[in-house]
């Protein structure tokens, strides 16, 4: 079983660089988020979707974009990238918003803008 | 606000001394709680999660956490801490997402 997949693990951008964080599934989960984590902060949530063409905010949506168009994928898109969207992102599933089942985490994005 | 806080930053403890992981929540109605550990460049572990039931609730690698709904507290603790167990904590709870308390940093020396 692949759980929840996020590719690249590290990538470098340039400030005002677009790109696409990618995250994947298996399990078909109808829950799945993003969250970026910095120190001393915590994890906070940048997006989540309760399934396929439902998306919504969490804490930190500013600068970031996301859509499902299937139940497998939740892809996260920086528009305009900034120095301080650098950061580890990570994706996560579950089968619902409640977690009763648990939540599934990728392994991570580390993300450097310069 | 619904939150949940972790009021240390870093606990340290000798191994072989019991542990405590401190959580406070703030949520209305009945809430489902969790812990996650992380450790250094690696993704986040289930440890335990409360959704209803018994306030007493064991985990992975020993670990257990308490729900006390009249102190509004989860509290993580392990009677016997190993050198192994040091890595990040953190608390969260879940509604419409799942969402983290800032972690603490948990420190066993041997």
């Known amino acids: 079983n692949a759980g929840v997949t996020q590719t690249p693990k590290f990538q470098v951008l340039k400030t005002g660089q677009s790109m696409t964080l990618q995250c994947a599934q298996d399990?078909?989960?109808?829950?799945m988020s993003w969250y970026r984590q910095d120190p001393g902060m915590g994890l906070r949530l940048i997006h989540y979707?309760?399934?396929?063409?439902?998306?919504d905010q969490g804490e930190v949506p500013n600068g970031y974009n996301v859509s499902r168009s299937t139940t497998e994928d939740f892809p996260l898109r920086l528009l305009s990238a900034a120095p301080s969207q650098t950061s580890v992102y990570f994706c996560a599933s579950s089968y619902s918003a409640a977690g009763e089942y648990g939540y599934t985490f990728g392994s991570g994005t580390r993300l450097t803008v310069v | 606000a619904q939150s949940v806080a972790q009021p240390e930053d870093q606990v340290n403890v000798a191994e072989g001394n019991p542990l405590t992981v401190k959580c406070t929540y703030s949520?209305?109605?009945?809430?489902?709680l969790f812990w996650y550990v992380q450790y250094p460049n690696r993704g986040l572990q289930f440890l335990l999660k409360y959704i209803t039931g018994d306030n007493l609730v064991k985990g992975s690698y020993g670990f257990e956490a308490e729900f006390n709904k009249s102190q509004t507290s989860f509290h993580l603790k392990k009677p016997s801490a190993l050198v192994s167990d040091s890595a990040l904590y953190f608390c969260a709870y879940s509604g419409t997402a799942l969402i983290f308390g800032k972690g603490t940093t948990l420190s066993v020396s041997s």
């Open positions: 399990m078909n989960h109808e829950y």
């Open positions: 979707s309760v399934g396929a063409g439902i998306t």
């Open positions: 949520v209305s109605g009945n809430p489902y």
